[in-house]
């Protein structure tokens, strides 16, 4: 069973509206047969927490074939509870493709992690600065994406966060860090399992859009509706997909995140307007 619970924060026209337009429409349809993927790409470099060096590396994923110049990005952050997970995590995969044949460029990146990790019941003091490596390194790479805008053909004001468990914690972290932090600023988050835990939003931060299963034990569902309720408190538009009975990582239901997801995209990254 699937409970659809959409809270909506002030001043939202297009809660999750799928774009209008005969097919194709670009961001929304498919338009590429597929994705041209460079990987290992060095998007930067930090000390870990015992103070070894870490090489910060992504694969980009592209439209094969695209010609446009500014074209919109997401950064995706893969889970494992900030301490094992990679950038080439199945979902993160899939998702960064079937955006990519929409016409986005992706970016799935790798970010330091801790062999102690998190835990839901019991976040330790080196878990929390864990995740704010975490969060640290995510906003190093929508960064090197503004920096390296015309290299990648990026457009720099549309560039949207997202992922999966400790990934999605790492999203709505660096959407409520936008605000504050211009550069590393993000026009969206969309978390998968994941809520905020430490970085309480505020004005100018990111639009938010939530998927979670009220089983979930490893990230309560609580979590991710107190996130909700703190940002629509803010002035800030969050949305949640509410799946009743499940646990961590609903990806079963696939098809319904990621046309959620676009359709989110599309109007808070002010698609209608992007050029095609």
């Known amino acids: 069973?699937?409970?659809?619970?959409?809270?909506?924060?002030?001043?939202?026209?297009?809660?999750?509206?799928?774009?209008?337009?005969?097919?194709?429409?670009?961001?929304?349809?498919?338009?590429?047969?597929?994705?041209?993927?460079?990987?290992d790409i060095v998007y930067g470099s930090a000390d870990d927490l015992s103070g070894n060096p870490v090489t910060l590396r992504l694969d980009l994923y592209e439209p094969t074939g695209d010609t446009l110049g500014q074209r919109p990005a997401v950064v995706w952050v893969h889970g494992g509870s900030f301490s094992s997970g990679d950038k080439t995590s199945p979902e993160i995969v899939d998702e960064a493709t079937q955006f990519g044949r929409m016409g986005y460029v992706g970016v799935s990146i790798n970010y330091r992690l801790d062999p102690s990790g998190c835990s839901a019941s019991a976040p330790t003091q080196r878990c929390i600065q864990t995740m704010g490596q975490a969060m640290a390194d995510a906003r190093r790479a929508v960064r090197f994406l503004r920096t390296n805008a015309v290299t990648y053909r990026v457009d720099p004001t549309r560039i949207a966060v997202a992922g999966t468990s400790a990934g999605a914690i790492t999203a709505m972290h660096v959407a409520f860090g936008s605000g504050e932090d211009p550069a590393s600023a993000v026009g969206a988050g969309v978390a998968l399992s994941g809520a905020n835990i430490f970085m309480p939003p505020g004005p100018g931060d990111a639009p938010v859009l939530l998927f979670h299963g009220t089983y979930d034990t490893l990230v309560p569902y609580k979590w991710a509706t107190a996130t909700v309720r703190m940002a629509?408190?803010?002035?800030?538009?969050?949305?949640?997909?509410?799946?009743?009975?499940?646990?961590?990582?609903?990806?079963?239901?696939?098809?319904?995140?990621?046309?959620?997801?676009?359709?989110?995209?599309?109007?808070?990254?002010?698609l209608l307007e992007a050029p095609t």
Request: charged residues 25%; glycine residues 8%.
């Open 232 to 270: 629509t408190e803010k002035g800030l538009e969050a949305f949640l997909t509410t799946y009743a009975g499940e646990g961590h990582v609903p990806y079963r239901h696939r098809d319904e995140i990621i046309a959620r997801t676009r359709n989110f995209l599309y109007w808070q990254l002010r």
């Open 1 to 39: 069973m699937v409970l659809a619970v959409v809270v909506v924060g002030a001043g939202c026209d297009y809660p999750l509206l799928e774009p209008p337009g005969p097919a194709p429409v670009r961001y929304r349809d498919r338009i590429f047969p597929s994705v041209t993927k460079t990987s």
